[in-house]
C-alpha cells in the first residue's frame, strides 16, 4: 500500500517563530509533491508544489530528499493565521495517473 | 479567483437511500474527481474523470458509487444506497491539466443515519 506519512502534532509555536514539518512516502516512482493546507471542517487548498531542487514562496520553503523519499516544509516567522493542518501530498503519474495520495497532516497552532 | 462550487454543503439521509452530490468545476479545467474524508481521517481519493470517462477508481469507488457529467458545467457524484459509513466530507477537485495542483470545492458533509 502506498503511504505518506507524517508527524501528526500539533506543533505549537508561538507567533514569529520558525516551524519545520517532515513528510515521508512509501512509493519510490512518485514524480509530483505539493504542500497542501486545510483549515478546520474546510476544503485542502494547496499550498505549493515541491520541486527536486527545493523551492521557495515567500515565507515557505519546500525541499525534496527523492533518495530518502522524504519532503520537508518550513515557515519562517510564523504568523497566527498559520495556524491550520498542513497536508503532504504525492501523485504517482505513470502508475496511478492524476491520483493524489494524502498525508494524515500535520497540525499547527500559533500562539500570541 | 475561479472556484469549484458543491451543493449542498451539508446533506442528511437516512442509510439506504440515494444521494446525488453536485459540483460545478472551473470552466476551462479538464479534470475532474471526487475525493473524501471521513471525520479525523486522511483525504482518500475516490475517481476521477477525464474525457467523459473514469479515468481512475479507488476500491472506495464501488458499485454503489457513479459519477456523471450531464452537461458542459455540472460534476456529479451519487451514491446509491447509503450506508452509516459513507457518512464523510465529499470533496469535489478539478485540474486544468496533469501535473498541477488541484483546486477543491468546499465540501459536501454528508451524514447517514
Known amino acids: 500500500r502506498k503511504e505518506v506519512e507524517q508527524d501528526p502534532g500539533p506543533f505549537n509555536v508561538p507567533e514569529g517563530a520558525t516551524v519545520a514539518f517532515n513528510c515521508t512516502y512509501s512509493?519510490?516512482?512518485?514524480?509530483?509533491f505539493f504542500w497542501y493546507r486545510q483549515d478546520c471542517r474546510k476544503e485542502p487548498k494547496l499550498l505549493m508544489s515541491?520541486?527536486?531542487s527545493g523551492n521557495e514562496d515567500g515565507r515557505f520553503t519546500a525541499q525534496l530528499n527523492r533518495a530518502s523519499q522524504y519532503i520537508s516544509l518550513l515557515i519562517r516567522d510564523s504568523k497566527l493565521s498559520d495556524s491550520a493542518t498542513y497536508l503532504c501530498?504525492?501523485?504517482?503519474?505513470?502508475?496511478?495517473?492524476?491520483?493524489?495520495?494524502f498525508g494524515g497532516g500535520t497540525r499547527l497552532m500559533v500562539k500570541p | 479567483e475561479p472556484e469549484v462550487t458543491q451543493t449542498p454543503s451539508h446533506q442528511v439521509t437516512q442509510m439506504g437511500q440515494e444521494v446525488i452530490l453536485r459540483c460545478v468545476p472551473i470552466?476551462?479545467?479538464?479534470?475532474f474527481y471526487w475525493y473524501r474524508q471521513i471525520l479525523g481521517q486522511k483525504v482518500e481519493f475516490l475517481v476521477s474523470?477525464?474525457?467523459?470517462?473514469?479515468?481512475?477508481k479507488s476500491e472506495i469507488f464501488d458499485d454503489q458509487f457513479s459519477v456523471e457529467r450531464p452537461d458542459g458545467s455540472n460534476f456529479t457524484l451519487k451514491i446509491r444506497s447509503t450506508k452509516l459509513e459513507d457518512s464523510a466530507m465529499y470533496f469535489c477537485?478539478?485540474?486544468?491539466?496533469?501535473?498541477?495542483?488541484?483546486?477543491f470545492g468546499s465540501g459536501t458533509r454528508l451524514t447517514v443515519v
Open positions: 501530498v504525492v501523485n504517482d503519474w505513470a502508475n496511478a495517473g492524476n491520483m493524489l495520495t
Open positions: 512509493n519510490s516512482a512518485s514524480q509530483s
Open positions: 515541491v520541486y527536486s
Open positions: 470552466s476551462n479545467h479538464l479534470y
Open positions: 474523470f477525464y474525457n467523459n470517462e473514469i479515468s481512475e
Open positions: 477537485a478539478s485540474q486544468w491539466d496533469s501535473g498541477y495542483g488541484y483546486t
